[in-house]
């Protein structure tokens, strides 16, 4: 059985017709083509989907696609705005945050929503923020780094 | 130093997709008009199909076809075909089973591949996969070293008795047995180390795509190695010559191993691409990986250390046993073997090495490279055996060390087991690591801590790997079935941007990043003006892929050779431009030069002139400015170096906290420190993973206990400190870079450095031993055991 789904991806009405057993993330990366968004895992542990569902961060593998019905959706291919990257993701290049570049757009998308609630985070709020983000290269240093980093510059652009 | 150069902390080119959402993965890429395939996996261990009914399936919505192993059987497809043959001691060849990409009658680990469905959609032929019939008789599986090697214990194999695939050894038996006879003390281990999985970020993932126009294939894979998977691939199992196959490996999310091997996927969705004429595209879900990527590491190993009464190094005798899985991956045999115990002299200048390694097949996933694979094993096993050593004979851990490392001025140094070192300070590395981790001031720190009821430890390993496999002769002499040379392209265009191909390829390490570096070094173009192409067949002139931190010490030197033709080239042209005599001609900051004048000509100059010959030297010299290098190394390189570990304990519950780790390591010459840096601190967190959280774990039955990541515990953000790391440096002699290799040096020199502090903090519960992982429970039922 299929469904209609309707939302806003990245501030532009997106739908597309899937199966009503469709994750948010199949529907993201096969329906809407927008494959900046990653699987890692099938037990929402790695974090490599997290997207902002309503301004909060969430696992697009761990909700069906219908759930999404009506909400904003924005994916890692939403933050930069005309062709600039958004700070936080200066700091993830400025800091050598990424090494395969497979876990970051989760990374990022729950980096930002750390900064949104916690403008200032310290070192062991951020490692703790992301533990529910896995990432097998960088030893996580770099990402903390580049986390606190990308924190400051938004402070600084606000 | 050149701006952008050798030595300098350039960001990485490759950020920008990445950061963006721009990269492009296996499972980012879609072909028109493709069929999902989804696999049906053996729920066994061990079992005899007795029958296979796949009507209900083929007959389901959305389904184009089923195929099983008799079908690829039928058409002639051949097993997957192990890269590495290991000679027995007694002489004979080791046990190569066959391994069809579908199972045909006998399914040998839980995951072995049964039977693949192609449907419309992934959904439909997921469905279908639960309509096929699959009837088994439940065969006795062994899961385990001890069961695979217990009398009378099922065979995986017939041909293969005892479940012993090989029986080898190195070294000399007969020195080692003096060197014993005479040893004022003995010191023994036993010593498990514990089987992982590599759980890079990104599931693996193929797509086969025939053209039936062209009678062409092309499979895009998660490849650490496209050239290695054409071959293997190509030639032994499905019978597509090199000119038909082209093999693409795009932006691949990690390996570290796993990604190296050829796997059945990569020739079951190429295979079955042609049956249907239609793309198909697999991709693994994460439980899926658990139970078809390789495996890496599990041995038992019995290890003994004959000491003069000063603590002198005299002998050392191992006894291995390595759990190879039901079948051969790629190059299974080589990690226990000629990866793991030619490194068993360590920095030691121990005269006598005898170890004898036995091969054991299981009912298990297959095992074969991960991270470091067989130098992490060598050097747990050497570590904490000085360790002991140290507390056996009352001389300090680190002045032990000392008074065997071999010294600055003994190299080239020839092991008893081999590798012939070419150069290292071992000690520098010690005393890096010491003044960095504020060694001296350990005993203060241990204070605080039992102020605050915990248990502070301090633990330290030195370690040598050898990377970079070579030269391709002695490779072959020593088993391989491949030649382990690098190759590399230099195409400078016409207005002197330039292209490089590279057999090497990239999957975090950020090649685009450094090899443009050494592209900006040796021509002075500028790095915005500099491209790096990997991974695609078609492109690519030839390679051995990544792995065994051998693409800047093997890859990377290619390159440099490539370079070097390019810069003799061009400086004929600029001879020819400047009427001078080549010899004449200094090649400086993308400047060609008449020595002692101010006559020159631009870089970009020389290229445009070799693609528009009007003015050039054409009776003498082709036009064009493009040349390839094959590199083939004179010997491994051997980074080493020195890892000092701090943990606290609490009793109460068992947890080990990481408090600080410093690495002091020598990869020889550095092209971007960041990089190195980044691979370093990669590396130590699956060291340390390795020693506190991850276990793979099979129950007696052969069912794998933990095949998910909520059963297999990777390290996260918040398990782990701020590592310091630094390098001193000894330039490899035998390559024009002096590099030597950083991927893997962190997961070999930190698993030793973690359990020698967990140790060394229960020492007053006079505990001598901990098994890796270190979790919580194992911690803290030895303590209970040392007070109950």
Known sequence: MTTKVSFTLNGEA???????????VEMIRENLGKTGTHVGCDTSQCGACVIHLDGRSVKSCTMLAVQAEGADVATIEGVATNGKLHPMQEAFREHHGLQCGYCTPGMIMSSLDLVKQNPDPDEKQIREWLEGNLCRCTGYQNIVRAVKAGAQAMRADD | MTENGIGAAVRRKEDHRFITGKGQYVDDINRPNQ????????????????????????????VVAVFTGADMAAAGVGGLPCGWGITSSDGSPMAEPGHPPLAVDVVHHVGDQVAVVLAETKAAARDAVELIEVDYDDLPAVASLDAAGAEGAPLVWDDAPGNICFDWEIGDAAATDAAFAKAAQVVSIDIVNNRLIANAMEPRAAIGDYDSGKDEYTLFTTS??????????????????????????????????????????????????KQV?????????????????????????????????DGEFLGLRVDTRANLGAYLSTFGPAVPTILYATLLAGTYKTPAIHARVRGMFTHTVPVDAYRGAGRPE?????????DRAAKVTGIDPIELRRRNFIKPDEFPYQTPVALEYDIGDYDAAVDKA????????????????????????????????????????????????????????????PTGSVSVFTGSHSHGQGHETTFAQLVTEALGVDFDNVSIVHGDTAKVPFGMGTYGSRSAAVGGVALMNALEKIRTKSRKIAAHLLEASAEDIEFKDGKLTVVGTDRSVAFGDVAMAAYVPHNYPLDTLEPGLEETAFYDPKNFTFPAGCHICEVEIDPD?????????????????????????????????????????????????????????????????????????????????????????????????????????????????????MPMPATPERVWQAIQSATN
Request: glycine letters at 10%.
């Open chain 1, 14 to 24: 997106v739908s597309a017709e899937v199966d009503s057993r469709t994750l948010l």
């Open chain 2, 35 to 62: 069929l999902y395939a989804v696999i049906l996996r053996s729920p066994l261990a061990h079992g005899k199909i007795k029958s296979l009914e796949t009507d209900a399936a083929k007959a389901a919505p959305g």
């Open chain 2, 224 to 273: 650490q190695n496209p050239h290695v998977i054409r071959m293997l691939m190509g030639a032994f199992v499905l019978g597509i010559p090199e000119h038909k196959l082209r093999v693409v490996s795009p932006d691949v999310g990690g390996g570290f191993g796993s990604k190296i091997f050829h796997y059945a996927e990569e020739a079951i969705v190429t295979w079955a691409s």
């Open chain 2, 277 to 309: 004429d239609r793309p198909v595209k697999w991709t693994a879900d994460r439980s899926e990986s658990f139970i078809s990527d390789a495996h890496g590491r599990d041995h038992v190993s019995h290890a003994e250390l004959a000491l003069s009464e």
């Open chain 2, 378 to 386: 060598a050097s747990y096993l050497l570590e904490r055996l000085v």
């Open chain 2, 434 to 493: 010491l003044e960095l981790a504020d060694y001296d001031n350990f005993a203060q720190r241990r204070e605080e801590s039992a102020s605050r009821g915990k248990l502070r430890g301090v633990g330290i390993a030195t370690y040598i790997e050898a990377c970079g496999i070579a030269p391709s002769n002695v490779a072959g002499a020593l088993g391989a079935r491949a030649g382990l040379y690098e190759a590399g392209t230099v195409r400078v265009n």
């Open chain 2, 653 to 769: 519950t068992g947890v080990v906290d990481v408090v600080s780790f410093t690495a002091a390591d020598d990869f020889g010459r550095i092209i971007n420190p960041m990089i190195v840096e980044g691979q370093v601190h990669g590396g130590v967190t699956q060291g340390i993973g390795q020693a506190l959280y991850e276990q793979c774990v099979y129950d007696d039955s052969g069912q794998l206990l933990s095949g998910s990541m909520m059963d297999y515990c990777l390290p996260r953000a918040d398990n782990l400190p701020n590592f310091a790391v630094t390098t001193n440096v000894t330039p490899c002699t035998h390559n024009v870079l002096g590099v030597k290799g950083c991927g893997e040096a962190g997961a070999i020199g930190t698993p030793p450095a973690v359990i020698n502090a967990v140790v060394n903090a229960l020492s007053e519960y006079k505990i001598d031993d």
